[in-house]
């Protein structure tokens, strides 16, 4: 019997399905709005994942999927939203959902052991070593820890800002931006502009393009916030490393995120900083869709993961217009 594996990264802007033959190539892809259930809750999660892959098995249910990974962002969900989609999916006959960081170390590691540290809105750091051991640090939410990540970078840009408001702090470039961003003359209005908005969590994080910015401008005040955001990621890192059984040789650390993407030079800078205290890293940034990581793990898991296989999910998804 034909096997189909499926492959499913549930973002909070998209949900991307890719479906394969039991040789590693692929046959479907599918498009469907967010389905991160921290964003959009678990029904329309269930509905979006499960148009996705309606579209990319070509609109016929009547197709069995054999083996499918879902990636979603989060984990309080995951057990709630696991069962909702096999009662849900009655055309997939094995289904598991994992934390996304797990399906992008996959597409970055080809399956292989190694770190991942996706620094975006928030923030993870999590290794899968030799022993197939799971060693994590941070990426525990925005009340706790969030390493590295745009919402810590644009929550010191706002504080440096209140301290100048209230007279504790001298002005700087940096200031001066956020003030015009959020159209705020006051502690008050600065507030206002944060608490009444749609997400106050989104719009602290989008303060950290200007703090990134700014720091490769040169200004003093954006260059501490960077350097320290750097130092934390790195020593997080370093944390999982240290608690994982790695063999001698190089260890990959795949990259992943909007602030690793949006500026070169918050990369590079993470990148020499680890380099210099950890020789034997070899950071990379992510160069396939999460998906693919997703239907690694799929095959993996249905136990028909080899070389050939590798060869043929990369070599088709080049193919498509992913």
Same mark, same amino acid.
Request: glycine share 14%; charged share 20%; aromatic share 4%.
């Given at each position: 019997m034909l096997k189909?594996?499926?492959?499913v990264d549930g973002g909070g802007s998209k949900t991307l399905a890719l479906i394969a033959n039991g040789q590693g190539r692929i046959i479907g892809k599918?498009?469907?709005?967010?389905?991160?259930?921290?964003?959009?809750?678990?029904?329309? @999660?269930?509905?979006?994942i499960k148009s996705a892959l309606i579209e990319a098995l070509g609109g016929y249910q009547s197709k069995r999927i054999n083996v499918a990974v879902f990636g979603v962002a989060g984990s309080e969900a995951r057990d709630e939203l696991s069962e909702r989609l096999s009662k849900t999916i009655d055309f997939v006959e094995e289904i598991e959902v994992v934390n996304d960081s797990f399906i992008c170390l996959a597409a970055g590691t080809q399956g292989r052991p190694g770190v991942v540290?996706?620094?975006?809105?928030? @923030?993870?750091?999590?290794?899968?070593?030799?022993?197939?051991?799971?060693?994590?640090?941070?990426?525990?939410?925005y009340l706790l820890e969030d390493s590295g990540s745009a919402l810590q970078l644009g929550r010191k840009a706002a504080m440096e800002t209140l301290r100048f408001l209230e007279k504790r702090a001298p002005s700087s470039k940096l200031v001066e931006k956020v003030l015009k961003k959020l159209n705020a003359k006051s502690v008050n209005d600065l507030l206002s502009s944060i608490y009444n908005s749609e997400s106050p969590v989104s719009k602290i994080a989008s303060l950290a393009p200007l703090v990134?910015?700014? @720091?490769e401008e040169g200004d003093l005040v954006a260059k501490r916030i960077v350097n320290e955001a750097i130092d934390e990621l790195v020593s997080c890192v370093l944390s999982v490393i240290s608690r994982s059984r790695f063999s001698s040789g190089h260890i990959p650390v795949v990259l992943s995120g909007g602030v690793f993407r949006g500026s070169s030079t918050y990369l590079n800078a993470f990148?020499?900083?680890?380099?210099?205290?950890?020789?034997?890293?070899e950071p990379m940034l992510l160069e396939l869709e999460p998906a693919i990581g997703a239907l690694i793990l799929a095959f993996k898991k249905a136990g028909l993961l080899n070389n050939e296989v590798l060869?043929?999910?990369?070599? @088709?998804?080049r193919k498509m217009e992913v």
């Open positions: 189909l594996l499926a492959g599918g498009l469907a709005g967010p389905s991160n259930p921290n964003v959009v809750g678990i029904k329309v @999660s269930v509905k979006n540290v996706i620094a975006g809105t928030g @923030s993870i750091i999590l290794a899968v070593d030799e022993e197939g051991k799971v060693i994590r640090a941070g990426g525990w939410g990134v910015e700014l @720091s990148k020499l900083k680890l380099r210099k205290i950890m020789p034997r890293v060869f043929a999910l990369i070599e @088709s998804y």
